[in-house]
Protein backbone atom coordinates (compact mmCIF):
# COMPACT_ATOMS: atom_id res chain seq x y z
CA UNK A 1 0.00 0.00 0.00
CA UNK A 2 1.59 3.11 -1.23
CA UNK A 3 0.74 6.21 1.42
CA UNK A 4 3.64 8.65 -0.49
CA UNK A 5 0.92 11.03 -2.05
CA UNK A 6 2.97 13.52 -0.84
CA UNK A 7 5.46 12.06 -3.57
CA UNK A 8 2.39 12.97 -6.40
CA UNK A 9 2.38 15.60 -8.75
CA UNK A 10 1.81 18.74 -8.27
CA UNK A 11 3.95 17.74 -5.79
CA UNK A 12 3.02 21.17 -3.35
CA UNK A 13 -0.56 20.47 -3.62
CA UNK A 14 -0.63 16.72 -2.73
CA UNK A 15 2.47 17.79 0.01
CA UNK A 16 -0.38 19.81 1.71
CA UNK A 17 -2.63 17.50 1.52
CA UNK A 18 -0.75 14.84 2.70
CA UNK A 19 -0.75 17.37 5.77
CA UNK A 20 -4.10 17.87 5.92
CA UNK A 21 -4.93 14.29 6.25
CA UNK A 22 -2.66 13.99 9.24
CA UNK A 23 -4.82 16.65 11.34
CA UNK A 24 -8.42 15.33 12.71
CA UNK A 25 -10.88 18.14 11.24
CA UNK A 26 -14.19 16.60 11.07
CA UNK A 27 -16.92 19.12 11.31
CA UNK A 28 -16.99 21.59 14.75
CA UNK A 29 -13.28 20.11 15.30
CA UNK A 30 -11.79 22.14 12.77
CA UNK A 31 -9.20 24.14 15.35
CA UNK A 32 -6.17 22.07 14.11
CA UNK A 33 -7.22 22.92 10.53
CA UNK A 34 -6.92 26.81 10.82
CA UNK A 35 -3.67 26.33 13.53
CA UNK A 36 -2.14 24.79 10.32
CA UNK A 37 -3.18 27.46 8.10
CA UNK A 38 -2.22 30.54 10.55
CA UNK A 39 1.08 28.89 11.08
CA UNK A 40 1.41 28.43 7.03
CA UNK A 41 0.93 31.73 6.79
CA UNK A 42 3.69 33.04 9.38
CA UNK A 43 5.93 30.92 7.73
CA UNK A 44 5.44 32.83 4.32
CA UNK A 45 5.26 36.28 5.77
CA UNK A 46 1.59 36.03 4.64
CA UNK A 47 -0.77 38.84 5.72
CA UNK A 48 -3.93 36.59 7.19
CA UNK A 49 -6.85 37.02 9.49
CA UNK A 50 -9.10 35.08 11.38
CA UNK A 51 -12.41 35.83 11.75
CA UNK A 52 -15.38 36.48 14.79
CA UNK A 53 -16.91 33.14 12.59
CA UNK A 54 -13.29 31.29 12.44
CA UNK A 55 -12.94 31.87 8.98
CA UNK A 56 -9.17 32.55 7.98
CA UNK A 57 -8.51 34.72 5.27
CA UNK A 58 -4.94 35.03 3.31
CA UNK A 59 -4.09 37.90 1.27
CA UNK A 60 -1.28 38.84 -1.02
CA UNK A 61 -0.63 41.85 -3.00
CA UNK A 62 -0.57 41.72 -7.11
CA UNK A 63 2.75 40.63 -8.31
CA UNK A 64 4.92 43.28 -10.30
CA UNK A 65 3.01 43.61 -13.65
CA UNK A 66 -0.53 42.56 -12.49
CA UNK A 67 -1.69 45.29 -10.20
CA UNK A 68 -4.18 46.51 -13.15
CA UNK A 69 -6.11 42.41 -12.65
CA UNK A 70 -8.82 42.16 -10.64
CA UNK A 71 -8.89 40.59 -7.06
CA UNK A 72 -9.35 36.88 -7.06
CA UNK A 73 -10.44 35.53 -3.60
CA UNK A 74 -9.86 31.59 -3.54
CA UNK A 75 -12.00 29.65 -1.08
CA UNK A 76 -12.47 26.32 0.23
CA UNK A 77 -13.90 24.94 3.09
CA UNK A 78 -11.71 23.52 6.59
CA UNK A 79 -14.10 20.49 8.00
CA UNK A 80 -14.53 17.13 6.80
CA UNK A 81 -17.23 14.40 6.85
CA UNK A 82 -16.49 12.24 8.93
CA UNK A 83 -17.76 8.47 7.67
CA UNK A 84 -16.21 5.19 8.14
CA UNK A 85 -17.40 1.40 7.98
CA UNK A 86 -18.76 -0.34 10.27
CA UNK A 87 -16.00 -2.36 10.92
CA UNK A 88 -13.21 -0.04 11.48
CA UNK A 89 -11.94 1.56 14.84
CA UNK A 90 -10.94 5.00 13.67
CA UNK A 91 -11.76 8.13 16.11
CA UNK A 92 -12.23 11.04 13.45
CA UNK A 93 -11.16 13.61 16.58
CA UNK A 94 -7.78 12.09 17.08
CA UNK A 95 -7.02 9.79 14.08
CA UNK A 96 -5.36 10.45 10.64
CA UNK A 97 -6.91 10.16 8.10
CA UNK A 98 -4.90 6.75 6.37
CA UNK A 99 -4.72 7.79 2.82
CA UNK A 100 -3.12 5.77 0.09
CA UNK A 101 -2.43 5.37 -3.87
CA UNK A 102 -4.75 2.98 -5.49
CA UNK A 103 -3.85 2.79 -9.17
CA UNK A 104 -5.44 5.49 -10.11
CA UNK A 105 -6.96 7.21 -7.45
CA UNK A 106 -5.85 8.44 -3.96
CA UNK A 107 -8.36 6.76 -1.24
CA UNK A 108 -8.40 5.97 2.57
CA UNK A 109 -8.39 2.88 4.58
CA UNK A 110 -12.41 2.44 5.54
CA UNK A 111 -13.41 6.22 6.09
CA UNK A 112 -13.74 9.06 4.03
CA UNK A 113 -10.62 10.37 2.37
CA UNK A 114 -11.32 14.22 3.00
CA UNK A 115 -10.62 15.49 -0.64
CA UNK A 116 -13.35 17.40 0.07
CA UNK A 117 -12.86 19.60 0.50
CA UNK A 118 -8.99 19.19 1.18
CA UNK A 119 -7.99 19.93 -2.39
CA UNK A 120 -8.81 23.27 -2.48
CA UNK A 121 -7.88 23.82 1.00
CA UNK A 122 -4.56 22.59 -0.73
CA UNK A 123 -4.64 24.27 -3.86
CA UNK A 124 -4.88 27.74 -2.17
CA UNK A 125 -1.97 27.00 0.04
CA UNK A 126 -0.12 26.07 -3.08
CA UNK A 127 -1.37 28.79 -4.72
CA UNK A 128 -0.27 31.40 -2.03
CA UNK A 129 3.30 30.07 -1.70
CA UNK A 130 4.28 29.37 -5.85
CA UNK A 131 6.78 31.62 -6.45
CA UNK A 132 6.24 31.60 -9.96
CA UNK A 133 2.59 32.43 -10.05
CA UNK A 134 1.93 35.50 -11.81
CA UNK A 135 -1.53 37.20 -9.74
CA UNK A 136 -3.45 40.59 -9.42
CA UNK A 137 -4.74 40.91 -5.87
CA UNK A 138 -5.41 37.20 -4.38
CA UNK A 139 -6.83 36.44 -1.55
CA UNK A 140 -7.38 32.60 0.24
CA UNK A 141 -10.31 32.11 2.13
CA UNK A 142 -11.17 28.73 4.18
CA UNK A 143 -14.36 28.63 5.91
CA UNK A 144 -15.62 26.81 8.96
CA UNK A 145 -18.34 23.90 9.50
CA UNK A 146 -19.31 24.13 5.60
CA UNK A 147 -20.69 20.18 5.93
CA UNK A 148 -23.22 20.35 8.60
CA UNK A 149 -24.67 24.27 8.16
CA UNK A 150 -22.37 26.51 6.05
CA UNK A 151 -21.37 27.88 9.14
CA UNK A 152 -18.54 29.65 8.14
CA UNK A 153 -20.41 31.16 5.01
CA UNK A 154 -22.95 32.47 7.21
CA UNK A 155 -20.70 34.34 9.76
CA UNK A 156 -19.04 35.92 6.86
CA UNK A 157 -19.01 39.68 7.83
CA UNK A 158 -19.16 42.62 4.97
CA UNK A 159 -15.75 44.53 4.32
CA UNK A 160 -13.19 41.50 4.94
CA UNK A 161 -12.80 40.14 1.49
CA UNK A 162 -11.66 42.76 -1.23
CA UNK A 163 -11.88 40.82 -4.52
CA UNK A 164 -13.75 41.19 -7.42
CA UNK A 165 -13.94 37.47 -8.39
CA UNK A 166 -14.76 34.19 -5.97
CA UNK A 167 -13.40 30.79 -7.50
CA UNK A 168 -14.84 28.13 -5.38
CA UNK A 169 -12.71 24.62 -5.05
CA UNK A 170 -15.25 22.69 -3.76
CA UNK A 171 -16.85 21.25 -7.15
CA UNK A 172 -16.01 17.13 -7.82
CA UNK A 173 -15.83 16.40 -11.45
CA UNK A 174 -12.66 17.90 -13.35
CA UNK A 175 -13.67 19.96 -16.72
CA UNK A 176 -17.06 21.12 -15.38
CA UNK A 177 -17.90 24.81 -13.76
CA UNK A 178 -20.65 25.32 -12.02
CA UNK A 179 -22.34 28.75 -12.19
CA UNK A 180 -25.33 28.44 -9.73
CA UNK A 181 -26.82 25.84 -7.01
CA UNK A 182 -29.42 24.68 -4.94
CA UNK A 183 -30.75 26.00 -1.55
CA UNK A 184 -30.99 23.87 1.85
CA UNK A 185 -33.42 23.90 4.75
CA UNK A 186 -32.75 21.26 7.82
CA UNK A 187 -35.43 19.68 9.04
CA UNK A 188 -35.58 18.51 12.67
CA UNK A 189 -38.32 16.35 14.15
CA UNK A 190 -38.85 14.93 17.46
CA UNK A 191 -41.97 12.09 18.17
CA UNK A 192 -42.12 12.25 21.94
CA UNK A 193 -42.97 8.38 23.36
CA UNK A 194 -43.60 6.36 26.47
CA UNK A 195 -41.81 3.37 27.54
CA UNK A 196 -43.58 0.10 28.29
CA UNK A 197 -42.28 -2.79 29.83
CA UNK A 198 -41.82 -5.88 27.52
CA UNK A 199 -44.08 -8.46 28.42
CA UNK A 200 -43.25 -12.15 28.51
CA UNK A 201 -43.25 -14.37 25.62
CA UNK A 202 -41.63 -12.02 23.16
CA UNK A 203 -37.73 -12.83 21.63
CA UNK A 204 -35.76 -9.99 20.87
CA UNK A 205 -33.51 -9.20 17.97
CA UNK A 206 -31.16 -6.91 16.89
CA UNK A 207 -32.16 -5.85 12.60
CA UNK A 208 -29.74 -4.37 11.16
CA UNK A 209 -30.14 -2.99 7.22
CA UNK A 210 -26.26 -2.39 5.91
CA UNK A 211 -23.24 -2.40 3.21
CA UNK A 212 -25.32 0.21 1.12
CA UNK A 213 -23.27 2.57 -0.89
CA UNK A 214 -24.60 5.66 0.52
CA UNK A 215 -22.45 9.32 -0.47
CA UNK A 216 -23.76 12.49 -0.69
CA UNK A 217 -27.14 13.79 -0.60
CA UNK A 218 -26.71 16.34 -3.09
CA UNK A 219 -24.23 15.17 -5.81
CA UNK A 220 -25.44 11.15 -5.66
CA UNK A 221 -28.92 11.42 -4.81
CA UNK A 222 -29.96 11.44 -8.22
CA UNK A 223 -28.47 7.94 -8.70
CA UNK A 224 -31.28 6.43 -6.64
CA UNK A 225 -29.42 4.54 -3.68
CA UNK A 226 -31.24 2.99 -0.95
CA UNK A 227 -31.78 5.13 2.07
CA UNK A 228 -31.18 2.62 5.27
CA UNK A 229 -33.40 4.66 7.38
CA UNK A 230 -36.46 4.35 4.60
CA UNK A 231 -35.38 -0.02 3.68
CA UNK A 232 -35.42 -0.35 7.93
CA UNK A 233 -38.43 0.96 8.65
CA UNK A 234 -40.30 -0.68 5.21
CA UNK A 235 -39.12 -4.00 7.05
CA UNK A 236 -40.55 -2.91 10.19
CA UNK A 237 -43.98 -1.92 9.22
CA UNK A 238 -44.93 -5.34 7.27
CA UNK A 239 -43.64 -7.11 10.44
CA UNK A 240 -45.37 -5.21 12.94
CA UNK A 241 -48.73 -6.01 11.07
CA UNK A 242 -47.55 -9.39 10.05
CA UNK A 243 -45.85 -10.72 12.96
CA UNK A 244 -46.75 -7.97 15.97
CA UNK A 245 -43.68 -6.51 16.13
CA UNK A 246 -42.43 -3.87 18.67
CA UNK A 247 -39.66 -1.32 18.75
CA UNK A 248 -37.06 -1.06 21.87
CA UNK A 249 -35.01 1.63 19.76
CA UNK A 250 -33.71 2.77 16.66
CA UNK A 251 -30.72 4.29 14.98
CA UNK A 252 -30.24 4.78 11.70
CA UNK A 253 -28.20 7.20 9.57
CA UNK A 254 -25.98 9.83 10.53
CA UNK A 255 -25.22 13.22 9.08
CA UNK A 256 -27.64 15.26 7.34
CA UNK A 257 -25.46 15.34 4.06
CA UNK A 258 -24.80 11.55 4.01
CA UNK A 259 -27.31 9.72 2.49
CA UNK A 260 -27.70 7.00 5.06
CA UNK A 261 -25.90 3.41 4.88
CA UNK A 262 -26.97 1.96 8.03
CA UNK A 263 -29.33 1.75 10.13
CA UNK A 264 -30.28 -0.88 13.09
CA UNK A 265 -33.38 -1.43 15.18
CA UNK A 266 -33.73 -3.67 18.54
CA UNK A 267 -37.20 -5.36 18.42
CA UNK A 268 -39.22 -7.71 20.27
CA UNK A 269 -41.40 -10.46 18.15
CA UNK A 270 -43.76 -12.84 19.99
CA UNK A 271 -42.18 -16.46 20.07
CA UNK A 272 -44.44 -17.79 17.91
CA UNK A 273 -43.72 -15.96 15.19
CA UNK A 274 -40.20 -15.33 15.81
CA UNK A 275 -39.54 -18.07 12.99
CA UNK A 276 -41.85 -16.30 10.42
CA UNK A 277 -40.09 -13.24 10.73
CA UNK A 278 -36.69 -13.94 10.39
CA UNK A 279 -37.77 -15.95 7.25
CA UNK A 280 -39.09 -12.70 6.14
CA UNK A 281 -36.00 -10.59 7.07
CA UNK A 282 -34.16 -12.72 4.59
CA UNK A 283 -36.61 -12.55 2.18
CA UNK A 284 -36.92 -8.84 2.59
CA UNK A 285 -32.79 -8.60 1.47
CA UNK A 286 -33.84 -10.69 -1.63
CA UNK A 287 -36.37 -8.24 -2.38
CA UNK A 288 -33.92 -5.06 -1.71
CA UNK A 289 -30.76 -6.50 -3.69
CA UNK A 290 -33.56 -7.30 -7.17
CA UNK A 291 -34.67 -3.46 -6.72
CA UNK A 292 -31.53 -2.23 -6.20
CA UNK A 293 -29.44 -3.91 -8.97
CA UNK A 294 -27.04 -2.49 -9.96
CA UNK A 295 -26.92 0.25 -8.13
CA UNK A 296 -26.53 -1.69 -4.65
CA UNK A 297 -24.39 -4.68 -4.81
CA UNK A 298 -23.71 -5.24 -1.07
CA UNK A 299 -27.20 -5.11 0.71
CA UNK A 300 -27.37 -6.87 3.69
CA UNK A 301 -30.63 -7.17 6.10
CA UNK A 302 -29.54 -9.44 9.13
CA UNK A 303 -31.43 -10.38 12.10
CA UNK A 304 -29.54 -11.37 15.39
CA UNK A 305 -31.22 -12.65 18.77
CA UNK A 306 -29.94 -10.35 21.46
CA UNK A 307 -30.91 -9.38 25.23
CA UNK A 308 -34.01 -8.69 26.11
CA UNK A 309 -34.31 -5.00 26.88
CA UNK A 310 -35.91 -3.90 29.74
CA UNK A 311 -38.41 -1.35 27.99
CA UNK A 312 -39.56 -0.71 24.69
CA UNK A 313 -41.28 2.41 22.78
CA UNK A 314 -45.56 2.17 23.40
CA UNK A 315 -47.06 0.09 20.99
CA UNK A 316 -49.14 3.60 19.25
CA UNK A 317 -46.14 5.86 18.80
CA UNK A 318 -44.18 2.39 17.31
CA UNK A 319 -46.70 2.69 14.52
CA UNK A 320 -46.93 5.58 13.99
CA UNK A 321 -43.40 5.82 13.67
CA UNK A 322 -43.53 3.34 11.26
CA UNK A 323 -46.34 5.25 8.92
CA UNK A 324 -44.68 8.42 8.80
CA UNK A 325 -40.91 7.19 7.89
CA UNK A 326 -42.45 4.86 5.77
CA UNK A 327 -44.26 7.96 4.02
CA UNK A 328 -41.93 10.87 4.57
CA UNK A 329 -40.65 11.92 0.95
CA UNK A 330 -36.99 10.87 0.05
CA UNK A 331 -34.80 11.05 -2.84
CA UNK A 332 -35.69 12.67 -6.19
CA UNK A 333 -38.57 15.33 -5.80
CA UNK A 334 -38.77 16.80 -9.01
CA UNK A 335 -35.92 17.13 -11.93
CA UNK A 336 -35.45 20.59 -13.22
CA UNK A 337 -37.29 21.63 -16.43
CA UNK A 338 -34.97 23.72 -18.06
CA UNK A 339 -31.74 21.92 -17.28
CA UNK A 340 -31.46 18.33 -19.03
CA UNK A 341 -30.08 15.70 -15.82
CA UNK A 342 -30.45 18.53 -13.06
CA UNK A 343 -32.12 17.46 -9.81
CA UNK A 344 -34.45 20.64 -9.20
CA UNK A 345 -35.66 19.49 -5.68
CA UNK A 346 -35.28 16.48 -3.30
CA UNK A 347 -34.83 15.03 0.22
CA UNK A 348 -32.48 13.23 2.51
CA UNK A 349 -34.29 11.57 5.51
CA UNK A 350 -30.87 11.58 6.93
CA UNK A 351 -31.53 10.62 10.47
CA UNK A 352 -33.86 8.39 12.98
CA UNK A 353 -32.63 7.71 16.55
CA UNK A 354 -34.52 7.57 19.88
CA UNK A 355 -33.15 8.12 23.34
CA UNK A 356 -35.52 6.61 25.84
CA UNK A 357 -38.07 9.08 25.78
CA UNK A 358 -38.19 10.68 22.21
CA UNK A 359 -37.41 9.51 18.31
CA UNK A 360 -35.74 12.46 16.69
CA UNK A 361 -35.35 12.43 12.81
CA UNK A 362 -33.59 14.72 10.64
CA UNK A 363 -33.57 16.14 6.96
CA UNK A 364 -32.11 17.88 4.68
CA UNK A 365 -34.27 19.39 1.73
CA UNK A 366 -32.54 20.92 -1.27
CA UNK A 367 -33.61 22.78 -4.00
CA UNK A 368 -33.12 25.65 -7.07
CA UNK A 369 -36.41 26.67 -6.77
CA UNK A 370 -37.25 27.91 -2.96
CA UNK A 371 -41.30 27.33 -3.58
CA UNK A 372 -40.87 24.12 -4.52
CA UNK A 373 -38.22 23.86 -1.06
CA UNK A 374 -40.92 25.19 0.92
CA UNK A 375 -43.41 22.79 -0.34
CA UNK A 376 -41.57 19.87 0.32
CA UNK A 377 -41.26 21.13 3.57
CA UNK A 378 -44.95 21.30 4.35
CA UNK A 379 -45.23 17.75 2.91
CA UNK A 380 -42.80 16.58 5.01
CA UNK A 381 -44.58 18.41 8.06
CA UNK A 382 -47.81 17.10 6.93
CA UNK A 383 -46.81 13.42 7.31
CA UNK A 384 -45.13 13.18 10.94
CA UNK A 385 -47.47 16.15 12.61
CA UNK A 386 -50.33 13.47 11.78
CA UNK A 387 -48.43 11.01 13.65
CA UNK A 388 -47.52 13.36 16.25
CA UNK A 389 -44.50 14.93 15.62
CA UNK A 390 -42.86 18.36 15.86
CA UNK A 391 -41.52 19.39 13.00
CA UNK A 392 -38.82 22.76 13.01
CA UNK A 393 -37.17 24.22 9.66
CA UNK A 394 -34.04 25.33 10.72
CA UNK A 395 -30.76 27.10 8.16
CA UNK A 396 -32.65 27.51 5.36
CA UNK A 397 -30.29 29.19 2.55
CA UNK A 398 -31.54 29.94 -1.20
CA UNK A 399 -29.77 28.98 -4.50
CA UNK A 400 -27.33 30.75 -6.25
CA UNK A 401 -28.61 32.21 -9.81
CA UNK A 402 -26.33 31.77 -12.68
CA UNK A 403 -24.89 34.56 -14.25
CA UNK A 404 -23.95 33.44 -17.83
CA UNK A 405 -22.93 36.72 -18.83
CA UNK A 406 -19.73 36.18 -16.25
CA UNK A 407 -16.47 37.77 -17.12
CA UNK A 408 -15.31 35.00 -15.25
CA UNK A 409 -16.81 32.53 -16.67
CA UNK A 410 -15.83 34.20 -20.48
CA UNK A 411 -11.99 33.68 -18.62
CA UNK A 412 -12.22 30.81 -17.32
CA UNK A 413 -13.74 29.12 -21.13
CA UNK A 414 -10.88 30.82 -22.73
CA UNK A 415 -8.55 29.14 -20.27
CA UNK A 416 -9.65 25.58 -20.29
CA UNK A 417 -9.90 25.53 -24.49
CA UNK A 418 -6.84 26.85 -24.45
CA UNK A 419 -5.14 24.46 -22.02
CA UNK A 420 -7.45 21.31 -23.37
CA UNK A 421 -8.51 22.03 -26.81
CA UNK A 422 -12.22 22.23 -26.07
CA UNK A 423 -14.54 24.20 -24.09
CA UNK A 424 -15.56 22.82 -20.66
CA UNK A 425 -19.14 21.87 -19.53
CA UNK A 426 -20.75 24.70 -17.38
CA UNK A 427 -23.74 23.32 -14.97
CA UNK A 428 -25.47 23.91 -12.26
CA UNK A 429 -25.43 21.75 -9.11
CA UNK A 430 -28.07 20.17 -6.67
CA UNK A 431 -25.37 20.21 -3.86
CA UNK A 432 -24.76 23.20 -1.58
CA UNK A 433 -22.24 25.17 -1.95
CA UNK A 434 -20.83 28.25 0.26
CA UNK A 435 -21.60 30.69 -2.95
CA UNK A 436 -25.02 31.40 -2.74
CA UNK A 437 -24.81 32.45 1.27
CA UNK A 438 -20.88 34.37 0.09
CA UNK A 439 -22.96 36.04 -2.72
CA UNK A 440 -25.78 37.59 -0.29
CA UNK A 441 -22.64 38.87 1.90
CA UNK A 442 -20.97 40.42 -1.09
CA UNK A 443 -23.44 40.28 -3.85
CA UNK A 444 -21.24 42.12 -6.47
CA UNK A 445 -18.61 39.75 -6.26
CA UNK A 446 -18.56 37.03 -9.96
CA UNK A 447 -18.65 33.27 -8.62
CA UNK A 448 -17.57 30.39 -10.05
CA UNK A 449 -17.11 26.93 -8.49
CA UNK A 450 -14.70 23.36 -9.74
CA UNK A 451 -12.46 21.31 -8.66
CA UNK A 452 -10.82 17.83 -9.46
CA UNK A 453 -12.70 14.74 -9.56
CA UNK A 454 -13.79 13.17 -6.85
CA UNK A 455 -16.35 9.96 -6.47
CA UNK A 456 -18.18 8.71 -3.66
CA UNK A 457 -18.12 11.54 -1.58
CA UNK A 458 -19.19 11.60 2.15
CA UNK A 459 -18.59 7.86 1.95
CA UNK A 460 -15.74 5.74 3.07
CA UNK A 461 -15.06 4.96 -0.62
CA UNK A 462 -14.20 8.62 -1.49
CA UNK A 463 -11.32 8.35 -3.80
CA UNK A 464 -9.95 11.52 -5.79
CA UNK A 465 -8.45 11.24 -9.19
CA UNK A 466 -4.89 11.73 -9.07
CA UNK A 467 -4.66 12.83 -13.07
CA UNK A 468 -7.33 15.26 -12.60
CA UNK A 469 -6.02 16.98 -9.72
CA UNK A 470 -2.92 18.00 -12.17
CA UNK A 471 -5.34 19.17 -14.41
CA UNK A 472 -7.34 21.12 -11.52
CA UNK A 473 -3.84 22.80 -10.59
CA UNK A 474 -2.80 23.82 -14.54
CA UNK A 475 -6.04 25.00 -14.20
CA UNK A 476 -6.19 26.95 -11.67
CA UNK A 477 -2.71 29.03 -12.57
CA UNK A 478 -3.54 29.43 -15.79
CA UNK A 479 -7.33 30.91 -15.02
CA UNK A 480 -5.03 33.34 -12.13
CA UNK A 481 -2.54 34.45 -14.78
CA UNK A 482 -5.18 35.64 -17.18
CA UNK A 483 -7.49 37.72 -14.82
CA UNK A 484 -10.03 40.05 -16.27
CA UNK A 485 -8.52 43.25 -15.93
CA UNK A 486 -10.05 46.03 -13.92
Known amino acids: MNKNIAALQPRKVWEHFQEICAIPHPSYHEEGIRDYIVAFARKHGIEYKVDEAGNVLLRKPATPGMEDRKGIVLQAHMDMVPQKNGDKEFDFEKDAIQAYVDGEWVTADGTTLGADNGMGMSAILAAMESPDLKHGPLEGLFTMTEETGMDGAFGLKPGL ?8 LDSETEGELYVGCAGGLDANITLEYREEEV ?20 MEIILGRANANKALFRLLRSAQTRFGLRIASVDGGGLRNAIPREATAVVLVPADQAAGFTEAAAGFEAVLTEEYKGVEDSVSVTVVPTGTPARMIDEGTARKLADAVCGCPNGVFRMSPSMNGLVQTSNNLARVVSDGSRVKLQCLLRSSVRSEKEYLADMIASVFELAGGRCEFVGGYDGWNPDMNSPILKTMRESY ?3 YGKEPAVMAIHAGLECGIIGGTYPNLD ?14 DEKVNIASVGKFWEFLCHTIENAPKK
Not at 161 to 168: F, K, W
Open 161 to 168: LTGDILLN
Open 199 to 218: PAGYEAFTVTVKGLRGGHSG
Open 417 to 419: EAL
Open 447 to 460: MISFGPTICYPHSP
